[in-house]
């Protein structure tokens, strides 16, 4: 059996809410999909301040890279795991597994640091939902949703035109460009609210012919 590299600490448990996993300050990381990187600068321009490239971010894998760019020795502490205490000059990588969207605060753990001001809180957020839109396919004046209902919150709208003739998608005052046949296009919006929200074809005569529909947030 190998042995696991000192830099490296593997977690094996149930899932939780908050699943946490970290590779220690120096030490490479296991390269996994839909991550968010964040690139973290201690030390610079102030001694006793972190500078963070994201301070919100998407619920899944975080990952940290940290570079000590002071004249004394930091460290970096979020979720519960801590690199370990970089000279000036040095880097290291934390990684963290984030399952629940919430407010996480970070620190340097080295004794006064904190105190002078090296923390501060990153936003984690519930990654949108995505709704692929069919329209033009199996009827040409129809519109085909993969969901119907979703949660309140920011939702992409991945819409793709199946029919002959041009057609675009509207909902809650936003819409596509004109979509000739074959092209595709994503339309953003976020529900803050639950209820009932009209979408439709905005070309003439597209709607009446049914070229429309309702979204339900709950």
Do not use: W
């Amino acid at each position: 059996m190998s042995r696991v590299g000192k830099g490296s600490v593997v977690l094996v448990g149930a899932l939780t809410a908050l699943a946490v996993a970290v590779s220690g300050a120096l030490g490479g990381s296991a390269t996994q999909s839909a991550t968010t990187t964040v690139a973290v600068t201690a030390g610079k321009p102030s001694e006793f301040k972190f500078t963070l490239s994201k301070r919100t971010v998407p619920t899944g894998t975080l990952v940290f890279k940290i570079a000590n760019r002071g004249a004394i020795a930091h460290d970096f502490k979020i979720a519960g795991r801590t690199t370990a205490k970089l000279a000036p000059g040095k880097t290291g990588t934390l990684r963290v597994t984030v399952g629940k969207a919430g407010k996480y605060a970070f620190l340097c753990t080295l004794p006064g640091h904190a105190a002078a001001g090296m923390k501060g809180t990153l936003t984690v957020t519930k990654p949108p939902t995505t709704v692929a839109v069919t329209a033009g396919k199996p009827p040409e004046f129809r519109f085909t949703l993969s969901k119907r209902t979703v949660p309140k919150g920011a939702v992409t709208f991945k819409v793709a035109n199946r029919g002959k003739v041009a057609h675009d998608f509207k909902i809650v005052g936003k819409k596509t460009k004109r979509l000739t046949s074959g092209k595709t296009a994503i339309l953003r919006a976020t529900f803050r609210k639950a209820g009932k929200y009209a979408f439709l074809c905005t070309l003439p005569g597209h709607a009446a012919a049914g070229m429309k529909g309702v979204l339900t947030v709950r």
